[in-house]
Nanobody, 127 residues
Framework: QVQLVESGGGLVQAGGSLRLSCAASGRTLSSYAMGWFRQAPGKEREFVAAISRSGVNSYYADSVKGRFTISRDNAKNTVYLQMNSLKPEDTAVYYC????????????????????WGQGTQVTVSS
């Protein structure tokens, strides 16, 4: 199985940027479609972005489209989430997730589709 560890969270002012990283160990990341989810206090976990195994396809929640970019470097076993133009409503714990996927081009946008999860990293955006 794969272990996922997120990093890069922190405190940033509205309008600022952060880049989250999700490092995988135990198994090569190229076998997994990957996604980012987030959970704000008192709210349910929500989908943020997803990327296929090959990286050729990606998908975003409407709330982050145009501001966030998901990418991956399979050689480094790492997935990234570049977050620009951050807003206070982006404040949440961000989780990366991996889905063992025979397809190299499909993306998964539902939490139950994922097999493995990281421990999360806190992102706080001040107004």
């Amino acid at each position: 199985q794969v272990q996922l560890v997120e990093s890069g969270g922190g405190l940033v002012q509205a309008g600022g940027s952060l880049r989250l990283s999700c490092a995988a160990s135990g198994r090569t990341l190229s076998s997994y479609a990957m996604g980012w989810f987030r959970q704000a206090p008192g709210k349910e976990r929500e989908f943020v972005a997803a990327i296929s195994r090959s990286g050729v396809n990606s998908y975003y929640a409407d709330s982050v489209k145009g501001r966030f970019t998901i990418s991956r470097d399979n050689a480094k076993n790492t997935v990234y989430l570049q977050m620009n133009s951050l807003k206070p409503e982006d404040t949440a714990v961000y989780y990366c997730a991996g889905k063992l996927d025979p397809s190299t081009v499909t993306v998964a946008i539902r939490g139950y589709e994922y097999d493995y999860w990281g421990q999360g990293t806190q992102v706080t955006v001040s107004s």
